[in-house]
């Protein structure tokens, strides 16, 4: 079984940085590819960044290209969404997930396990 918790959001001015960290409860953490979504008010939820279960391949969002990092601890059974260079366009609602497969998926669909979200909010 595989639950997640998201932590580390919050309120940040415009440039500021934050790291997103969600940990997984379960003990098949390193058998699933991870990846982060954003809601933002009123909109569909997008695709951020994927990592598979190794850590060597991600995959990012064209809007997040080089400010974001995502990165994962299997002995902490843990991933990571860093944040740089963050713009008001980047709050949202970010929510990580767990799916059960080789290629990185960017279809929210697709994906098996999700995490209760942690707010993000940038200011002007």
């Known amino acids: 079984q595989v639950q997640l918790v998201e932590s580390g959001g919050g309120l940040v001015q415009a440039g500021g940085s934050l790291r997103l960290s969600c940990a997984d409860s379960?003990?098949?953490?390193?058998?699933?590819?991870m990846g982060w979504f954003r809601q933002a008010p009123g909109k569909e939820r997008k695709f951020v960044a994927a990592?598979?279960?190794?850590?060597?391949?991600?995959k990012y969002a064209d809007p997040v290209k080089g400010r974001f990092t995502i990165s994962r601890d299997n002995a902490k059974n843990t991933v990571y969404l860093q944040m740089y260079s963050l713009k008001p366009e980047d709050t949202a609602v970010y929510y990580c997930?767990?799916?059960?497969?080789?290629?990185?998926?960017?279809?929210?669909?697709?994906?098996?396990?999700w995490g209760q979200g942690t707010q993000v909010t940038v200011s002007s």
């Open positions: 379960g003990r098949t953490f390193d058998s699933y590819a």
């Open positions: 990592i598979s279960w190794s850590g060597s391949r991600t």
């Open positions: 997930a767990a799916v059960a497969a080789l290629v990185l998926k960017t279809n929210g669909e697709e994906y098996d396990y």
